[in-house]
């Protein structure tokens, strides 16, 4: 039975072998982006690990801004306030509890012939306060007087000892204000004071705001058992206390940049012949570029740096002959082929071009902006006052702005817009060295050349690789946070 | 001029080696030149253009992909076919258990067109004909008609039984002709009269 349709086999095999149709162009958009993707898979992974380790330390960085900016906000609050340890003997001005104060006081009794206790802003006095002291607060604040915890009072003169009902002692210490306390606490962790009498008249201890003392009885011995001398106790520094806020700096900059493209063949004669095209015909003039830089200190002599910069890099190209092709979408126009991908001219005046037809174009420029986000590791050396570093990272550059302009030769009219071939980001590499000059405690000059090389090609879908170089010269000021 | 006339075979060779190398430019000359020839292909193994232009695309992919395994043993059009044809398959496998199978009640009977007024129906028309093929029948059929495969080598391509494959063979040709009568009743009711 079947042989009576075998005639009809090669009927269909005739009529449908041989047509040609052509498919819509999102195919082959699909299949370049899925290729796209492929090209990047081998060294995808590379890129995926910068990318990731570039949020980590994005994330690394914003932690430690916040922690750094929080430590420092509630230190300066605790300068303001007096509560907090990490105003602990630092360049403190020097409380003194007046007389008219130890008259205020209530069972307060006259100013003794006792000298005033001073300690120096590096030492807690501690003299006159009873080593049975456990804890005592001066509070300045009027208002938040302890109701309760007021069972411990200084001592007057002459008077015999005191027993402190309570471990915390408040006292107003200005008068005339009316409206700050002071309250003094000393950490347990300072070391025993032996027979130590509280101040007959006045006590004088090295803080911004607030002193720490802790005593362990509750007991003052008689004034008579004063002593002359001090003991001095070393209080806790900065580093004590944990507090490093030059761990992080910003620097603000602008980089005087030259730049060059190396460009690289795929060897083949369309490729090389594309190559030296582009190396006679294209320039690069200098740019200048701005940014902000965030240093966050890991070591003693390294620190992390990340932050955002604006780099525009103009490629102007010579006037030469361009040839008519089709475009991705099967219409025929002028393919102008530059470093930074290819731009399509549809020619607004004459006759449409056929493949093959040729115009010149006059000077064209193609204009590029990228958002660079580098990711470094600066060794520093130096002093305080002047510091060198050299530095070596990678960053990415992400595309935000592009336009090419040209003119057709006897056209008088400009043709514009974006080229095609040419990434959205690419990614570069980093080395350089230089200094900061600091000018104060927290303020520094900066200097740094660099030098910055492209790790991946800024256009792709071209036989020429474009790779871009800059020699960078930043210039900007560090601020210490 | 077509993108054919604008492709030169003489530097086809010149072209793989680019597009091996990802020259994306090659690449779209490769695929301007070879998509519209296999577009028609795609069309009579599936239902649809959507569904031909999908396998149109993987299949390139492939090419590109594969590129550097070309050994230059044979035409360079029949290995992108194979390809793309491979593909069809490949997908026919993956969709085989939501296509429903269709029963057919009928024998062959001889055509009442001659072969000269068969052979006036166009392009299009036959590819619809082939196109409402159901799609186990489709395949088979042009694996025999198109490809010259044999059934021995359908049957292991399918991973069917030979008996199975000339059955839909048989059955794809029915429907055919009877497609084929209805269409030439319409189009020369003369003839169909006959």
Redesign the interface.
């Given at each position: 039975?079947?042989k009576?349709?075998h005639?009809?086999?090669d009927?269909?095999?005739?009529?449908?072998?041989g047509?040609?149709?052509?498919?819509?162009p999102?195919?082959?958009e699909?299949?370049?982006k899925?290729?796209d993707k492929?090209?990047r898979k081998p060294i995808g992974g590379f890129f995926r690990m910068s990318g990731r380790a570039a949020i980590v330390a994005l994330i690394i960085i914003s932690g430690a801004t916040l922690f750094a900016a929080g430590y420092f906000i509630r230190d300066a609050q605790d300068e303001k306030k007096g509560t907090g340890q990490g105003a602990l003997g630092t360049e403190g001005k020097t409380v003194e509890m007046s007389e008219d104060a130890e008259k205020q006081k209530p069972g307060s009794s006259s100013p003794t012939n006792a000298e005033p206790v001073k300690s120096t802003p590096d030492q807690l006095n501690t003299s006159g306060i009873s080593p049975s002291v456990e804890k005592i607060v001066v509070e300045r604040n009027k208002k938040q007087q302890p109701k309760t915890n007021t069972k411990a009072k200084t001592s007057s003169s002459g008077a015999s000892s005191e027993t402190l009902p309570s471990s915390s002692i408040s006292e107003p210490v200005n008068p005339e204000r009316q409206e700050q306390q002071i309250t003094w606490e000393m950490a347990r962790t300072l070391p025993p004071v032996k027979e130590h009498l509280l101040p007959e008249s006045s006590i004088k201890i090295p803080v911004n705001d607030a002193v720490i003392a802790v005593a362990k009885n509750n007991k003052f011995p008689k004034a008579a058992d004063q002593s002359t001398t001090p003991t001095k106790i070393p209080v806790a520094n900065k580093k004590a206390a944990g507090l490093q806020l030059s761990g992080f700096s910003l620097t603000p900059y602008v980089g005087f940049q030259n730049h060059s493209i190396n460009l690289k063949d795929?060897?083949?004669?369309?490729?090389t012949n594309m190559r030296k095209d582009m190396e006679t015909t294209e320039h690069l003039p200098s740019q200048i570029s701005v940014g902000l830089l965030a240093d966050f200190r890991i070591a003693k002599n390294l620190s992390i740096q990340s932050g955002l910069g604006l780099m525009q890099l103009d490629v102007t190209i010579q006037p030469k002959q361009i040839k008519a092709e089709?475009d991705?979408d099967?219409k025929v126009k002028y393919r102008l082929d530059c470093s930074a991908g290819t731009y399509f001219i549809n020619p607004k005046q004459g006759n449409y071009p056929?493949?093959g037809d040729t115009v010149t174009t006059q000077l064209a420029t193609n204009s590029l902006k990228y958002l660079n986000i580098p990711l470094n590791v600066k060794y520093h050396f130096g002093n305080n006052k002047l510091q060198f570093f050299v530095i070596a990272g990678s960053g990415i550059n992400v595309l935000t702005e592009q336009n090419l302009n040209a003119m057709v030769k006897h056209q008088y009219q400009y043709y514009g817009g974006r080229t095609t071939?040419l990434k959205s980001s690419y990614f570069n590499g980093m080395i350089g060295g230089g200094a900061t000059y600091f000018i104060g405690k927290r303020v520094g000059i900066y200097v740094s050349p660099q030098y910055n090389f492209a790790l991946s090609s800024m256009n792709?879908?071209?036989?020429v690789k474009s790779l871009p170089r800059t020699f960078n010269v930043q210039m900007g000021v560090t601020i210490k946070l | 001029m077509t993108a054919s006339e604008l492709f030169d075979l003489n530097n086809l060779e010149q072209i793989i080696e680019d597009c091996t190398s990802g020259v994306r430019a090659a690449q779209n000359r490769l695929y301007s030149f070879f998509a519209p020839r296999m577009l028609p292909v795609c069309l009579r193994y599936t239902g649809n253009r959507e569904e031909a232009e999908e396998i149109l695309q993987e299949g390139f992919i492939k090419v590109f992909m594969h590129l550097s395994q070309f050994r230059r043993e044979g035409s360079f059009e029949g290995w992108v076919r194979r390809i793309i044809v491979n593909v069809a398959l490949q997908r026919f496998r993956e969709k085989a258990r939501m296509y429903p199978v269709v029963s057919i009640r009928g024998e062959v009977v001889e055509t009442a067109g001659s072969n000269e007024t068969f052979s006036r129906i166009g392009y299009k028309d036959l590819l619809a004909l082939v196109q409402k093929l159901p799609p186990a029948y489709r395949l088979v059929f042009n694996l025999y008609v198109f490809e010259g495969m044999k059934h021995k080598e359908i049957a292991e391509a399918l991973k069917i039984t030979e008996g199975t494959s000339k059955s839909n063979l048989y059955d794809a040709r029915l429907i055919l002709q009877r497609e084929v009568m209805k269409l030439e009743s319409i189009n020369s009711p003369k003839l169909a009269s006959l």
């Open positions: 039975m079947s009576d349709l005639p009809k086999d009927l269909f095999r005739t009529g449908l072998n047509k040609e149709e052509t498919p819509t999102a195919v082959w699909a299949i370049e899925e290729l492929k090209d795929d060897g083949s004669n369309w490729g089709k991705i099967g056929r493949p071939n792709e879908g071209l036989p | -």
